[in-house]
């Protein structure tokens, strides 16, 4: 079946560490996202990659860092300039980056800062 | 700029009963709608989908109206079940230099009891 797989489902870090959360999809999409959800709030787009080797930022994109190395993949590291990175990340991809716009969604990776 | 308001939840229902949660929209040009549903601990799952004035994207029971003239896409269901006990958020993607992004609503927690 083809779909976004994301891992760890749960991750935790310690202040003051990196972290990346992984994302992977086989649907052969040309389009990735990295969005923020926060409890009670929409989702915040951190970054996007609209082809390989290359990405732009979004809305939120201080303290976060991507790569873009394979079409299938698209990581998200949450560096320790992320004040406050305690969320719930969600991966998204699209058939290309144009409008109008279907975003197919990975389950999701929750991550808490202890 | 693009933007999306729905009404706030959380919303309680009994099962079999209507279920409507408001959107309206602000957007340059001629936007495309979406509904997505979020199930608990998951990522999002497109609902369903409008992308011209007047059409009616349907799916699982639930319906929406893309209503131009009043800026809005209402979702509605006649007869809840558990099962749809969820998160939906309204959003839209719309043409011009932000046309690679969906803005999304801050989404309307439903909780349907038996």
């Known amino acids: 079946d083809g779909g976004i797989t994301q891992s760890p489902k749960y991750l935790f870090r310690k202040e003051g560490q990196n972290v990346t959360l992984s994302c992977e999809q086989n649907?052969?999409?040309?389009?990735m996202y990295w969005y923020r959800q926060d409890p009670g709030q929409g989702l915040r787009l951190i970054y996007y990659?609209?082809?390989?080797?290359?990405?732009q930022k979004g809305d939120i994109a201080e303290g976060y860092s991507v790569s873009r190395e394979k079409k299938e993949s698209f990581p998200l590291t949450v560096t320790s300039a992320q004040k406050n990175p305690t969320a719930f990340y969600l991966c998204?991809?699209?058939?290309?980056?144009?409008?109008?716009?279907?975003?197919?969604f990975g389950p999701g990776t929750r991550l808490t800062v202890l | 700029g693009n933007s999306v308001t729905q009404m706030e939840g959380p919303v309680t229902l009994s099962e079999e009963a209507f279920l409507t949660i408001n959107c309206t929209y602000t957007?340059?040009?001629?936007?495309?709608l979406f509904w997505y549903v979020q199930y608990p601990g998951e990522g999002l799952q497109l609902l369903l989908k409008?992308?011209?004035?007047?059409d009616k994207g349907s799916n699982k029971g639930f319906e929406a109206t893309y209503r131009k003239e009043t800026t809005s896409f209402h979702l509605e269901k006649g007869s809840v079940q558990v099962s749809d006990s969820a998160v939906y958020f309204c959003?839209?993607?719309?043409?011009?230099?932000?046309?690679?992004?969906?803005?999304f609503g801050a989404g309307t927690t439903v909780t349907v009891r038996a």
């Open positions: 990659s609209q082809i390989v080797n290359d990405f």
């Open positions: 957007a340059t040009g001629y936007p495309s």
């Open positions: 998204a991809s699209s058939i290309e980056h144009s409008f109008p716009d279907e975003q197919f």
């Open positions: 409008a992308t011209k004035a007047d």
């Open positions: 649907l052969n999409h040309d389009a």
């Open positions: 959003a839209l993607s719309a043409p011009g230099p932000n046309d690679y992004k969906l803005s």
